[in-house]
């Protein structure tokens, strides 16, 4: 049977890291193993889902390569579904329905906590007859509830090996509010079943629900699917996600410069990792390699840090034509119309950029010389006369390099012969600086080469006004 998965998010809350590993983790099994990936939207809670939080979590999606083989589903489209198999149940009384009021199920919690026993439904309503369900059913509405068997119920997961639980302690428990108003252990049967998942891949938040859902399946004569309960998320601390990271939208990361492959990288090795002990993956090498048996039992530990480096790690081996293609939002209008030139600077500065963000920063130099202080074109100790000489002899020596031979090899040779012979760093700190007013930027070979000879003479002289001065 070909492996379907799907991810069911609930657009209830931001599209955090979490529903984004799972939602990872289902698509790259899918891929590896030559299946189906679907997408199916758990909207039922009306006051709670909105269509800004639906929007957002299929924009990320989209961003992150994360895309599905067929029509997304909606649950709130199929309340004929789950109504059509809501009667099966109550008209084979596997399920009831049930007219207790939350103060006589409250009343009923806190006796069975005092006599230290775990809080359960006892069945009150079970044995109603149809004369007195419908007489009930005319004055008000009523909940429909399970009738959970009273035996073991066990299942292999893939994750964490084989679980059993006892039925019995579960008690019958609620399936809908009304035939038109499932809850989530009975929609996710009736849809799994429905749209042919072999494969249920969820956060192990989701491990007490199998068990009911495993019954669910039995009573309506389904199929069992196959789990996969993934590890918690930790913080660095080893401890629950803090609130700040949970609901934080993932979406904002990419507005912050990290690349897609970065995140998807990152997402990947939170508790998982390939047989290889490697980290800067590619999304290729992660559908390759991808085996929910590798998916290790205990948390996965968010480090933003991590998240960071590999980011950097994805920039530098970007080719630089698509890497401008991606810092065009972050850079203004008068960059991106000198495209060769933005090439240049791009290729110049990936190797020290840790988001796409940081490129007006570290870059901006390259297309207006910043005011600097005379007194930064000193090095160390080294007396002014002796700077502004070295400046002078430098500029003398860059007007010898022909116009068509100025790159950066060339410029290094001519340098180099200059600086060998008064000193590397009074020669080459007091260039860079005259070249970018910055205390810190890329070497002064590579800025010349993207500025050319003409922009770099001028810088030159610059300097030498300002030391004169």
Not at 103 to 117: D, I, N, T
Not at 248 to 267: D, H, M, R
Not at 452 to 469: D, F, N
Request: glycine share 6%; charged share 30%; with cysteine.
């Amino acid at each position: 049977m070909p492996i379907r998965v799907r991810f069911a998010p609930s657009p209830t809350g931001p599209f955090s890291f979490g529903n984004a590993r799972t939602a990872l983790f289902n698509w790259l099994f899918a891929r590896h193993e030559g299946g189906k990936f679907l997408i199916r939207i758990e909207d039922t809670d009306k006051e709670r889902s909105e269509k800004t939080h639906e929007a957002n979590l299929l924009m990320t999606l989209e961003w992150l390569g994360i895309t599905p083989d067929e029509t997304i589903v909606r649950q709130s489209e199929r309340g004929a579904v789950y109504e059509s198999y809501l009667k099966k149940l109550l008209e084979e009384k596997k399920a009831y329905y049930c007219f207790c009021t939350p103060e006589e199920l409250e009343a009923e919690r806190q006796a069975q906590l005092s006599q230290g026993l775990p809080p359960r439904y006892r069945g009150t309503c079970r044995a109603l007859s149809d004369e007195a369900i419908a007489e009930r059913l005319k004055k008000g509405s009523g909940v429909i509830r399970f009738k959970m068997p009273e035996s073991t119920v066990s299942f292999q997961d893939i994750v964490h090996g084989k679980a059993s639980f006892d039925g019995s302690l579960f008690g019958d428990f609620i399936i809908a509010k009304g035939c038109r108003e499932p809850l989530y252990n009975f929609a996710v049967v009736v849809d799994d079943y429905e749209m042919k998942i072999t494969h249920v891949i969820r956060g192990d938040d989701h491990f007490s629900n199998t068990p009911k859902q495993i019954a669910i399946q039995d009573a309506l004569g389904f199929p069992h699917v196959h789990y996969a309960h993934l590890p918690l998320i930790l913080g660095s601390d080893h401890k629950k996600l803090s609130k700040r990271y949970l609901e934080t939208s993932i979406y904002e990361y990419k507005e912050k410069g990290y690349l897609a492959s970065a995140v998807v990288n990152f997402l990947a090795l939170l508790g998982w990792h390939p047989e290889e002990d490697r980290e800067v993956l590619t999304i290729e090498d992660l559908v390759r390699e991808f085996d929910l048996r590798r998916v290790q039992k205990s948390g996965g530990v968010f480090n933003p840090e991590k998240l960071e480096w590999l980011n950097a790690q994805h920039i530098k081996r970007m080719p630089t034509p698509a890497l401008a293609e991606l810092v065009a939002p972050f850079i203004s209008e008068s960059w991106r119309a000198n495209g060769e030139m933005l090439l240049r600077v791009v290729n110049v500065e990936k190797e020290r950029l840790k988001h796409l963000s940081d490129l007006p920063m570290l870059a901006g130099f390259f297309f207006e010389l910043p005011e600097y202080d005379a007194k930064l074109l000193i090095w160390n100790s080294t007396p002014p006369a002796a700077i502004l000489d070295n400046l002078h002899f430098t500029l003398d020596v860059m007007q010898e390099i022909p116009p068509s031979e100025f790159e950066k090899g060339t410029i290094e040779q001519y340098v180099m012969t200059v600086a060998e012979k008064r000193g590397r760093g009074e020669v080459l700190w007091p260039l860079r600086v005259a070249l970018s007013g910055k205390e810190s930027s890329p070497g002064p070979f590579e800025i010349m080469e993207v500025l050319g000879k003409e922009e770099s003479l001028r810088r030159i002289e610059r300097a030498i006004q300002k030391m004169e001065a």
